[in-house]
């Protein structure tokens, strides 16, 4: 019941949000009667998938999530965006939701061509490698991570190279790691390929994807399976749907590597209850923008 009422007071912000933003916009059409180009555009999202899969492993112990939040552009090309998801406390312990706050600039080469710049910080309120069971079991240490990204498109291919300023959730000597893990890497490759609309309707996309997660770091100990290296490959195949209204209807494979290091990771409320947080992974998800 205490993790309901959260979820749904995490909904219930972000729906009061996106109120707000459409009511001051209405208020502002209504006050002027012929209102100039904004260069603000603000974009609330809500939405709830299946599984909530980042970077080929699921943050939900493979349970929907509940996800939403506000985009901001400038016409010149700065960005921001503040981003929430429900997760599972038996993989962050303690834990009940994610907060990405972002921002950067987006700029444009040519028709063709674009490029980007940012960060992501990502937080996990309560959240606490403390909270691990057995009690004692870990030292106070957070899951947060902040990221630096850059990146650039060609048409509707994209290449990104992100990297993190501090440990990366949490990996490091206190965590049962042989240094600190600070400057992980993540490589993403994705394409958003249109699909002919005399075959799919309008409006369908396929979305392809492969990204590279390295560490600089490694287990003190080996897992049960035997490595001590948690690098690995993330694949990500789909198919979206936009409707209109806003409406986006989405369907995605995804598979991770690295069997050996993240099948049978134990939960954090009990060990004996393990998962394999990568592998396959079919998601289902249903977004609206407004």
Known sequence: MNMIRKLSGMLGILIWAMIVVSSQTGLADTAKATPAASPHT????????????????????NKPAIQGGIDYAHAQGWYAGVWASSISDKQYANGWAELDLSGGFNGKINNDWTWTVGGIGVYYPSANYDHIKPAGTYPNQSYDTFEVNAGVGYKWVTLKLSASL???????????????????????LTATVPLPESVFTKDVTLPLHIGRTNYPNKLLAPTAAGTMEP??????????KAFDGGWNLGAAYTYASNKAFYNGMPSAK?????????????????????
């Open 42 to 61: 603000f974009t609330p999202n809500v939405g709830v998938v299946s599984n909530y899969v980042f970077r080929g492993l699921t943050q939900t112990w």
């Open 166 to 188: 501090t440990d990366y959730y949490g990996a490091n000597t206190k965590t049962g790691y042989n240094a600190n893990s600070k400057g992980t890497t993540y490589l993403d």
């Open 231 to 240: 690098d690995y490959t993330d694949v990500k195949l789909g198919i979206n």
């Open 270 to 290: 009990n060990s004996s209850d393990t998962i394999n947080m990568g592998g396959g992974n079919v998601m289902l998800a249903l977004t609206k923008t407004f």
